[in-house]
């Protein structure tokens, strides 16, 4: 029974880690490059912004996810990307999916990634 219980966690884990992911890449970079600026800044960008700021995960996922769901100058620690770019406009994603979306980029060096999948 107890395998059972820890296979369901590391399940759980690995399914909200993809599923981050998933929706980082289907959504996110259509304006979030993970390395380049374009339209907006990049991931790599404000997720070293944001992470400065809290380095905490829990407070990293909670400050971003609420802000990506009503997106806000005064809430922004990016005024210079907003001036460049335009405020980021509400997408309409429920909280779970924000938060998981926020989390995948809180743990992603998307550097380090890129070098490893270089096609991105």
Partial sequence: MRGLFLSFILASFIYAEDMGSLLFHGNCVTCHHETKTISAPS???????????????EEFVSYMSQWVKKPSHEGSLMHDAIKKHG????LGFDDDALKSICAYIYETDFIKEEKTHPKR
């Fill in 87 to 90: 405020l980021m406009p509400e």
């Fill in 43 to 57: 991931a790599t960008e404000f997720r070293q912004r944001y992470k400065d700021a809290f380095s905490n995960k």
